[in-house]
């Protein structure tokens, strides 16, 4: 029994982030989930160029990691990954809580050296392990931050890098420390690393140059060692976005931006085209900061949240410099990210959450030692403490678990599986099928004989290198058409006057003929969103001649108005139970083609093949309903 006490007095800190992995990996998707899941594995594994602002250490880390001998399918190894920075950004972090609650505790200021009862004496590092374990598993598990151990995505790395920098930040500024100097040039080294995974890290950098004022005798040294740490920092820097040049020099199939020349590096690492999404209106920053504060409760629950307001006032009295640091970084990054109108905004707050996390380290070692004078047994607190954690982890581990998420394969797959050979598809259904075919046709090559186009991305010219390149002879017979739009968008790329009518009017052009001369050679698929929306507002036509006939996910564009029967589809899409936005969408869209397809049936009198689809739909489609008049003609 002593030599288990032993060893989880030394090792628990180890023990905890095997926990923690163990966890994630109970909860971590097998599949490409939504947004840019599916591309940014497509990225790593085919070691290309991801979207602005390219990302160049998680798209090298992550093919180096594709290269390892694990007996699993590439997306399930990509989305270990995840887990695994997830897992080492805990490590560090509840590190950094404990090193700084031990030094707290041994000085007499937060905690009481010694706690007596029935004449034993506690062993002084417990409160601070324990109140170091809260802290860090408050954030292991709330509910951005568990999302992002479970998919590919760049925000595990980030969090990862972050939680380094904070821990080294604190060690170097606020602890004596002989090598302060090698510090520095440490933390500059992963601050360059840390930009070359994701700009947010910026807001990092206010609550860091704070710091050093606040300390004035280290400020002077860094101030002297300044022209040494840029050196490191631009170096780095500079090394690490050369990759985009350098590997947009060998054309890869996802060439993102196309960062062969200068201006294009340029305007991708400062991803200008998300630019329009920045300081939009006060509007809609208010907006997106009532919702950070209305889902904040969703994040941690309500007992931790409370505790977190005990520990920004603890903070302030025992540590201002701590204080100031992550008070700031909340600031900073609430400000930011409230003011960047974008639905998946969540992960843009995680550095909130860090400092959320360590008030509620800092309440709870407040609490947990009232607590233990209260009850005088080291036994109860303890079980109250698992209590706390046990309701914070089961309150959002269905939030977090895609263990069992394979709807956007099955419905990516479907899709491409209702065409026929060699077709092409026009759509720009990103987050829900676009994205996810990147992985499924050039890593896993699922049907890559079907060219899919994401028509918003047309708007650029760099995409139209990369459809060239993956799908050779797509723009046979209207190159002049494609020159002229590519002349048109210069000035515009280049922040120069444009004609935007100009422009546009050779943008629909460009999607005509695009239909008009692959049909000729190919089928051509329309998805219902460019149908509903742009066909019905007028802003793309079909060539003359042409129309659209519904099949089960996508429409057929045809040259004539008799019957097409519907192609024989094995509608096998797995549908969680607890469905999020993303699951619904795709829900509603298979729905939707449902209902057009009947509509189209009964249009030719085929009865008979309405119902069975009917029939077929409301069996495999949860919570579908058809409207009561097209069930009242099927006679269902």
Request: charged share 15%; proline share 4%.
């Amino acid at each position: 029994m002593s030599k288990l006490s032993d060893i989880l007095t030394k090792y628990w800190l180890y023990l905890s982030a095997i926990f923690v992995f163990i966890i994630y990996l109970l909860t971590l998707a097998p599949s490409v989930v939504e947004i840019d899941s599916g591309e940014l594995a497509a990225v790593q594994i085919t070691l290309g160029i991801a979207h602005p602002t390219g990302y160049p250490v998680y798209t090298i880390a992550g093919f180096l990691f594709s290269l390892l001998p694990f007996p699993l399918r590439e997306i399930t190894q990509m989305n270990l990954l995840a887990a695994l920075y997830c897992t080492v950004s805990f490590y560090f972090f509840t590190k950094s809580l404990f090193m700084v609650l031990s030094d707290l505790h041994e000085t007499k200021v937060i905690i009481e050296r010694r706690i007596k009862h029935n004449g034993n004496i506690f062993s002084n590092k417990l409160t601070p392990a324990i109140s170091a374990l809260t802290g860090g598993f408050s954030l292991a598990f709330s509910k951005s931050f568990w999302l992002q151990s479970t998919s590919a995505e760049v925000y595990s790395l980030h969090v990862m890098l972050i939680s380094i920098l904070i821990y080294l930040i604190i060690k170097n500024n606020l602890f004596e420390n002989a090598s302060f100097d090698r510090g520095w040039y440490l933390i500059a080294l992963l601050y360059a690393l840390a930009f070359g995974n994701h700009m947010t890290t910026l807001l990092l950098v206010p609550s860091t140059i704070l710091i050093l004022f606040l300390q004035k005798e280290k400020g002077k040294t860094f101030i002297r060692i300044l022209p040494k740490i840029a050196v490191i920092f631009l170096g780095t820097i500079i090394i690490v976005y050369s990759y985009l040049y350098l590997r947009a020099l060998t054309e890869p199939q996802l060439n993102w931006g196309d960062p062969s020349n200068l201006q294009n590096i340029l305007r991708h690492v400062a991803g200008k085209q998300y630019q329009v999404w920045m300081f939009t209106s006060f509007v809609n920053a208010k907006s997106q900061l009532t919702n950070y504060f209305l889902n904040l409760p969703g994040e941690f629950g309500y007992p931790l949240l409370f505790i977190s307001l005990i520990g920004i006032i603890q903070l302030y009295k025992f540590s201002k410099n701590l204080f100031w640091f992550f008070l700031t970084s909340f600031i900073f990054t609430v400000i930011y990210s409230s003011n960047y109108d974008i639905k998946d905004i969540e992960p843009y707050y995680l550095l909130a959450n860090i400092s959320i996390a360590f008030f509620i380290s800092f309440g709870f070692a407040n609490l947990y030692t009232l607590l233990l004078k209260q009850l005088k047994s080291r036994h109860l607190c303890i079980a109250a403490t698992v209590i706390l954690l046990a309701v914070h982890i089961s309150y959002n581990y269905n939030k977090a678990d895609r263990s069992g998420v394979y709807i956007f394969e099955d419905y990516t797959k479907s899709l491409i599986n209702s065409t026929e050979n060699q077709s092409l598809i026009l759509s720009y259904q990103w987050d829900y099928f676009i994205s996810a075919s990147y992985y499924f046709q050039l890593v896993e090559d699922f049907r890559n004989d079907v060219a899919v186009v994401d028509k918003e991305l047309l708007r650029r010219s760099w995409y139209y290198k990369q459809l060239e390149n993956i799908y050779p002879g797509i723009f046979d017979g209207y190159e002049d058409d494609v020159k002229s739009f590519l002349e048109a968008v210069k000035p515009f790329e280049g922040g120069q006057n444009f004609d935007p009518a100009k422009l546009e009017n050779f943008y629909q052009k460009i999607m005509t003929s695009m239909v008009y001369h692959n049909s000729n050679k190919k089928t051509v698929y329309l998805a219902p969103e460019l149908v509903d929306n742009e066909m019905r507002n007028g802003t793309f036509k079909l060539p003359s001649g042409f129309s659209i006939v519904p099949e089960l996910f996508l429409f057929k564009v045809v040259n004539h108005s008799r019957y097409i029967p519907l192609k024989d589809n094995d509608l096998q899409i797995r549908i969680p139970e607890q469905q999020d936005k993303y699951h619904k969408f795709i829900v509603n869209i298979i729905s939707k083609m449902a209902v057009y397809r009947i509509l189209y049936e009964l249009e030719f009198n085929k009865v008979e093949q309405a119902r069975l689809l009917a029939g077929k739909i409301i069996s495999s489609v949860p919570g579908f309903r058809l409207p009561a008049e097209l069930k009242k003609r099927l006679l269902l």
